[in-house]
């Protein structure tokens, strides 16, 4: 189904000229306003736009067309009351859904996992796949679209017109990894025997049909399981579609009887104006449907009961709202989860086994998956760097998935019984998605992370819906592109560190000095791996030789006249297979590291032209650091100045968690506040006044408690003095700070 959230479109009138409306809904229910935000119903006995009222929660035209000024009296934004949204609801959604089987119970709700997360009905999902797609003109509405533009909109290898990605075909074929081979046969235009406005209520597909067989079509090279059943036809009508009724792009069923074969599930949309419109985004959405059973991952807003409308997967997935990315043109591709359950995943990484992974991006035949201690839920990790099909995406980076086929994306609330099936776990943590805000900003997706990105104690956390932990560590996430590193479990140790340069230095001949070049890390820490990348352009490579010198002085040879007469070094040394590199490991990574480059054989030169470091650290950044004091200081009475403590910490980095007790002795603890400063003057009030008479105050506190008020001082430099301070803010009772200490975690 094809859901239109806010966007204006264009609409015709019987009676009067073409309007643009705002339009919110699919097409099971939606509604209509002007620009300036009036609702509005088709008055069919004008032929108009007019404003709407309501009578009995019901939306009734006024009479008023929309063209005039509207009365005064009328307000902004009505809209239907709920148990008319869910009647009208119920009885489109039950029109467009097959029977189910005589052995089940027919579900409700259609996307809570009847299926194992699809859909119930016949699915085709794999395997050469032959549709019927039938152009359909109306006595008032043609088309100058051909044949041969649809033909090849939906089969042509390397299609590339009007700016789409692709053919429909060759999408099925890049996203399913091959598996599906889908093509379209096209009769037609056939012409329908009343004007476009009748179909808004009547479905034109019974007629439309009878038509295409007319032609002498046979239907038998449709169906690719030998069922007697068509694996898929597809409804193009003439124009522009219409987002009304029975004329809203849809994907539908419909048994029809031809002989010894019959009709199954359909597609319906609109052809556009013109072959310029000719676009492949709501075509394969629909299709993903019809073929393969996929589906929404969105929010209908009124089957799950409670009238909130959410954005479910987003742009992020054909089955959400990426089918309109580049105006359908280059739709995103179907998301990892149900590319899983259409059986298109050839391999599946097991994100259970700790170390260090790679993402490729547009690897559609693998799925990396996180399994909890549930058989279904998981959480599922994907590549969605800005490329290919993902080119138009709002954000560019990792994207995790909190999966459970057993949910449903019209639950938005992320409860234990109330959560998408398919939920992107959004790094900003914004929850843009889940509360309508948009289909997808800049901040949902994990781009360059060194330290700990997610895991149960972030926000998003990699929790289960009830909340208990699912033990996944996510860390050291490298920046979007074709391969994304990250590490998974908990041995995540330092940051990963990268550095280049581009010195375009001449390579002196038959010189044992040779040249050097210098990259500065300022990052604390012992050399876990090392990458180092060298890009030489030389006619004889087989006369060189490469030095790499860490800052502690220790040299690796890593290149040593290898490579006889070839051309141009250019090459990945790395310390897990180069012994030379990894003499190097265990020292300390900060300062000048040095490439020196020697050719010791007369005759050949080149030149240095970049080279590159990538040094996974260990230990010093990631140590928990923590101090204790005992200053025993009076605290003064009713004084607002007070006493203080400080402890220095050494550690770089920023704060991931702290951690603080303290135990100070007092007759009247409703007298004190206490006070937490990190060194940049951030401020965390641990004690307001609170307890009344009672005598003493012992604090342990963790900012990973929910609602801590230490949590104002995570992320904030660990380095620096750390200050204590304590008020007595009323006269007559007195006491001392007796003792305080602070642990603090750096992010890793």
Not at 244 to 251: F, R, V, Y
Not at 526 to 544: E, K, N, P, S
Not at 550 to 568: Q, V, W
Request: net charge negative; proline share 5%; hydrophobic share 35%.
């Amino acid at each position: 189904m094809s859901g239109i959230f806010n966007e204006q479109l264009t609409f015709k009138q019987e009676n009067g000229p073409d309007v643009r409306l705002v339009v919110i809904g699919d097409e099971h229910y939606a509604h209509y306003e002007t620009i300036d935000g009036y609702t509005v119903v088709y008055d069919v006995e004008k032929g108009l736009y007019c404003y709407a009222a309501t009578i009995n929660g019901r939306f009734v035209s006024t009479g008023i067309p929309m063209s005039t000024p509207p009365p005064p009296e009328l307000r902004r934004h009505i809209t239907e009351s709920e148990a008319v949204r869910q009647e009208k609801f119920t009885l489109r959604h039950a029109m467009r859904q097959p029977p189910p089987p005589a052995f089940s119970v027919a579900d409700t709700f259609r996307t809570l996992g009847p299926n194992n997360g699809l859909l119930t009905g016949r699915r085709v999902s794999t395997g050469t796949v032959r549709g019927l797609t039938v152009l359909v003109e109306f006595q008032d509405v043609t088309t100058t679209i051909t044949k041969q533009d649809v033909e090849e909109m939906l089969n042509a290898p390397n299609y590339t017109k009007n700016g789409n990605f692709s053919s429909a075909r060759d999408y099925f074929l890049l996203i399913s990894g091959g598996k599906l081979d889908y093509t379209n046969t096209v009769v037609g235009p056939v012409r329908l025997s009343k004007k476009q406005q009748f179909y808004v209520t009547n479905s034109l597909v019974p007629e439309a049909m009878q038509l295409a067989v007319a032609t002498g079509i046979d239907l038998r090279q449709f169906d690719s399981r030998n069922a007697g059943i068509i694996d898929a036809v597809n409804f193009l009508y003439a124009g522009q579609s219409r987002y009304e009724d029975e004329l809203w792009p849809h994907n539908s069923f419909l048994e029809m009887q031809f002989g010894d074969i019959k009709t199954n599930f359909y597609l319906l949309t609109g052809l556009g104006s013109g072959p310029n419109d000719l676009t492949i985004g709501t075509f394969c959405h629909e299709n993903g449907h019809l073929l393969c059973r996929f589906p929404d991952m969105y929010d209908y807003g009124n089957r799950d009961g409670d009238g909130v409308q959410s954005s479910g997967i987003g742009s992020y997935c054909l089955m959400g709202a990426g089918n309109h990315l580049n105006n359908g043109r280059t739709p995103a591709p179907v998301c990892a989860y149900l590319r899983d359950l259409a059986g298109w995943c050839d391999t599946t990484v097991d994100l259970s086994q700790p170390g260090t992974k790679e993402a490729k991006h547009a690897d559609y035949r693998t799925v990396m998956k996180y399994a909890t201690e549930k058989f279904n839920e998981y959480l599922i990790i994907e590549n969605r760097t800005k490329l290919g099909l993902d080119q138009h995406l709002p954000s560019s980076g990792l994207a995790i998935y909190h999966c459970d086929t057993a949910g449903s994306n019209e639950f938005q609330e992320g409860s234990s019984t109330r959560h998408y099936q398919c939920a992107l776990l959004q790094a900003d943590g914004r929850k843009d998605l889940e509360r309508n805000n948009n289909r997808g900003d800049g901040g949902d997706l994990y781009g360059a992370i060194s330290g700990t990105a997610l895991s149960d104690a972030t926000s998003p956390s990699s929790r289960q819906w009830d909340n208990v932990d699912s033990r996944l560590i996510l860390s050291q996430i490298t920046a979007p592109s074709d391969v994304i590193r990250f590490r998974v479990g908990p041995e995540v140790v330092g940051q990963l560190v990268t550095a280049e340069a581009s010195p375009g230095l001449a390579i002196p001949d038959n010189n044992t000095t040779g040249i050097s070049s210098k990259i500065a890390l300022n990052q604390a820490g012992l050399t876990r791996r090392i990458r180092a990348g060298v890009g030489i352009t030389h006619t004889f490579i087989g006369d060189l030789q490469v030095e790499l010198v860490s800052p502690s002085g220790d040299r690796a040879l890593i290149h040593d006249r290898k490579g006889g007469d070839e051309d141009n070094l250019r090459q990945t040394f790395d310390s897990s297979a180069n012994p030379a590199l990894a003499l190097l490991l265990g020292k300390p990574a900060a300062g000048n590291w040095e490439l020196r480059v020697r050719d010791v054989v007369g005759q050949d030169t080149g030149k240095l032209d970049a080279w590159k470091l990538e040094i996974e650290l260990d230990g010093l950044g990631s140590q928990v650091e923590r101090h204790d004091v005992e200053p025993n200081l009076a605290i003064p009475d009713a004084n607002p100045t007070g006493v203080s403590s400080s402890l220095a910490f050494a550690n770089a980095g920023t704060t991931r968690q702290v951690r603080f007790t303290a135990q100070i002795e007092h007759t009247f603890i409703g007298d004190l506040r206490v006070e937490l400063f990190a060194p940049n003057g951030r401020r965390a009030i641990v004690h307001a006044q609170a307890g009344g008479d009672a005598d003493n105050l012992n604090l342990d506190l963790d900012s990973n408690t929910p609602s801590s008020p230490l949590l104002p001082l995570v992320g904030q430099p660990v380095q620096g003095n750390w200050i204590l301070r304590v008020t007595d803010l009323v006269g007559q009772d007195v006491g001392k700070l007796k003792k305080w200490g602070l642990e603090l975690t750096p992010q890793l």
